[in-house]
């Protein structure tokens, strides 16, 4: 089974030029300590909803390829957003999914209905027709390889944290809210020739 | 067996119109009965990219994403679904700084006679100033022509601009919503 370091190893090789929203916690910390990234986004808020950021970035710009970077607890906050990303199945877009069957950054705090859960075939049923799990690096390479040709929804079954106790460690990123949507913002623009900020920087 | 009455669509065009005009172009939305034909509306109007969510804080997640794309997204919801959104657009839209313009129904009001819909009516308006969320109630056809003053205010106070779409904006419609 795939460790959390290998997991976030096996996306920074394989990732190319794709526009990267992470969730909160283990996430968002692991693709900075991996990246330095001020390329990606980082939604350290509104657990669930990363994955719904990155969807509009995909509905909106056709000619960028977007990888939302979920986990098991996140999705599981918002669940109903696999029929929304069905229902539009933007071509441009994969949704990514660390499932450890617990939350990371609660010291391994086991996440409800753990292990029985089986996201891949709840996407499938929904209408994602690329809903796959993977076990390994190889095949997690291989599923984000392949999702470049569509839009693809991928589970990475990975090993849970040790159970602990104690309260939330310090977010790894050195930025906060308006500093990444700044950054984040000037790359797509000087990525895609858009303009998001007005001439006033609002 | 009911009879729900139908709705006049020309004002809801109008309310797209403005909309368009203030360069919104992709709306996602999840309606109640007010805000329904504004959605019917933007389905079929072709400046828009429209699409439908599960769940309201869906909304808030994909006008982010939309922002970073360049342009305002436009939400449309009810007024339950706008409490439904508190935490997202306090951790995501006021701490990172996101514009968008939202169209929520102003339930609970003296003239709305839903019994469900009172208690929106006493926490939604609320709710919303202490987010410190601009907004327009469009309550007569003239008030619609402040969206494009909303959509500015949005962006420039860098937070969701509200316009509460009101009951007597809507019966003025010829067929209106049933109370």
Known sequence: MLTTESYFDTIRRTWTDEIVVCSLGTTADSWWDATRSTSSFYVNAAMGFASSVALGIALRLSQARVWALDSDGALAMNLGGILTEAAAAPPNFAHIVLDNRSYGCLHGAPLVNAGRTDYAAIARDAGIAAAVSVESADDLGAALAQSRTGHAFVVAHVASPPRGVGLEPPLAIPLDGPELKYAFGRHMESRFGIQVFGPQGY | ?179
């Open chain 2, 1 to 179: 067996m009911l009879e729900y009455p139908s709705v006049d669509l020309s004002l809801f065009e109008r309310i797209a119109d403005e909309l368009a005009a203030a360069r919104i172009g992709f709306a996602a939305m999840l309606p109640d009965d007010w805000t329904s034909p504004l959605c019917t509306v933007l389905d079929r109007a072709p400046e828009f990219r429209a699409i439908r969510v599960a769940r309201e804080p869906e909304i808030i997640g994909l006008c982010t994403g939309c922002f970073f794309t360049g342009s305002l997204g436009l939400g449309v919801l009810g007024a339950t679904g706008f409490l439904a959104c508190a935490s997202e657009i306090a951790t995501l839209t006021r701490r990172y700084q996101i514009p968008m313009v939202l169209v929520v129904s102003k339930r609970g009001t003296l003239d709305d006679h839903q019994v469900f819909q009172e208690v929106q009516g006493r926490t939604a308006r609320p709710m919303a100033d202490l987010l410190g969320l601009p907004s327009l109630d469009l309550d007569s056809p003239e008030s619609l022509a402040g969206i494009g003053d909303l959509a500015n205010a949005s962006r420039l106070q860098k937070r969701p601009g509200i316009a509460w779409l009101t009951k007597a904006l809507i019966v003025q419609s010829p067929t209106a919503v049933a109370s």
